[in-house]
């Protein structure tokens, strides 16, 4: 009897160990819980979309405020000319596309004499950095739009 009872305290001490190796590897595993992230993960591409947005919009500034220069120059002065770029769409949604803006220069009467859409703006931002800046530069965007140049670029008929 002796030897079954050993036996018996073998299985069952076997058993414990087994137990106790199994609990210590269970310990040892880290667990993240994936409650923790749900709010990263849930706002992280609006937090982006608004950062992009935002450097859209001083981009757009920027270059108002260069075209401004452009129409205050002595070349220009005294004519009532207004040269500007206004965000036409953010382009959110579309793929592969950014956002669209429409480029004008208006004469004394407030007339469009020169429009442009560009539904790529770093097409339009860097055809507009090579650029000479003078009074021309707003007929020269429209010519570029017009051409086969620049496939994203198009002149809105009817202005």
Do not use: C
Not at 46 to 74: C, F, P, R, W, Y
Not at 118 to 145: C, Q, R, V
Request: charged share 25%; no cysteine; net charge negative.
């Amino acid at each position: 009897m002796a030897h079954t009872i050993g036996m018996a305290t073998n299985h069952h001490t076997m058993q414990a160990i087994k137990r106790n190796n199994e609990m210590a590897i269970r310990k040892n595993k880290k667990r993240i819980d994936p409650r923790y992230f749900l709010h990263e993960t849930t706002h992280r591409d609006l937090e982006e979309q608004e950062g992009m947005q935002s450097n859209v919009s001083a981009k757009i500034d920027a270059v108002n405020a260069e075209l401004k220069n452009i129409t205050d120059s002595a070349e220009l002065q005294g004519r009532d000319i207004n040269m500007y770029i206004e965000l036409v769409s953010d382009g959110a949604g579309q793929t592969g596309e950014g956002p669209a803006i429409d480029a004008f220069q208006q004469n004394a009467e407030m007339e469009i004499v020169a429009r442009s859409r560009w539904t790529k703006f770093s097409d339009f931002l860097k055809l507009f950095a090579k650029l000479p800046k003078d009074g021309n530069i707003m007929y020269e965007l429209e010519d570029a739009a017009d051409s086969s140049a620049y496939p994203t670029a198009s002149v809105p008929r009817g202005y």
